[in-house]
């Protein structure tokens, strides 16, 4: 019998309809559009407005898209993740809500919270799951209102991140395509420099602290932009050794979009025709958990069965990695 691999058979996308351009950004903190496309390669971003609305409303979108696209009974569905550093609640896995809402009535539901590669660890444990058998329909998405939590009084953070979701349907593969290797690292020294401080169990919210604007995100860019750099290439570089792939054997590098930057750093050193670099990050920022999926739903239809997608990601922890994907249909067909 043939191995059983992991295998993406469906993508769905969705992201706001209010693009925050770096024009409108412009007028709220001392910054301009020629610096931040220099140095970030962001345009504009999409930010999620809808009155009481969260993560899970984008979430769900992108979820809705996939089914329909894909003509899927969601009650097929085994498994739903939610890759997201920005739940709807702190308590409540709002991959629960997002399970019963698009009528996945027969699968269990939970979150995933690695910060920027949540999606590429998600995609680990979907796969897992699939590959041993245990289960046959995993969804794992990847949402973030990353709105909800940046200080719009601090330029070094608030032109970088916006809001999306995106999706992937893992399900049992024969023919040797699906997700092939991985390399995922971890480092705890990150915490220094990328956080959320109160809010958690260490600093529950008091006056105190919202006074102190600790319930944004605080980033020291430079530190993490020096981490991010060396630690993704290195773990593209080491998913190419490890599989024999040259760089005319991978047809599209999927790297995480936090700046352009990172991400050519990252081609440069797998020796990647830029041609083959999926990008999107002057449209949408930083989507955190959202852009890796993102990626796959604006690229789909360029995607061929057989083609070798090599994702990278590197995200607030630190957390990283690579992962080795064959791809497995035409969008077309
Ligand atoms: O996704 C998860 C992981 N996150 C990342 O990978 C992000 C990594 N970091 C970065 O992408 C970059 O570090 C940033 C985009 C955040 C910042 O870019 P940078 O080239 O590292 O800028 P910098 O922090 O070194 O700042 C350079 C200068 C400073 O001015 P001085 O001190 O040289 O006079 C900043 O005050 O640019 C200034 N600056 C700005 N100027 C205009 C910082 N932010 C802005 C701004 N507009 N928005």
Redesign the pocket.
Known sequence: MNKITAAITAVGGYVPDFVLTNKLLEGM????DE??TS??GIKERRILKEEGEGTSYMAIKAAEDLIQKKNLDPKEIDLVLVGTATPDLMVAATAAKVATEIGATNAFAYDLQA??SSFLYGMSTAASYVASGRYKKVLLIGADKMSSIIDYTD???C??FGDGAGAALFEPNTEGEGLLDEYLRSDGIGREF?KMEAGGSILPATEETVKNRQHYVY?D??S??KF?VSNMADAAAKIMERNSLSHEDVNWLVP?Q??K??IDATANRMDLDHSKVMMNIHRYG?T?SGTLPLLLYDYESQLKKGDNLVFAA???GFTWGSIYLKWAYNSNN
């Open positions: 903190v001392d910054t301009n610096w931040i140095r970030t910060a920027c330029r070094t953070t032109i970088i990328l980033q860019g430079k993490v932009f991010a995480h936090a700046n930057r990172i930083n955190t590197f995200g607030g």
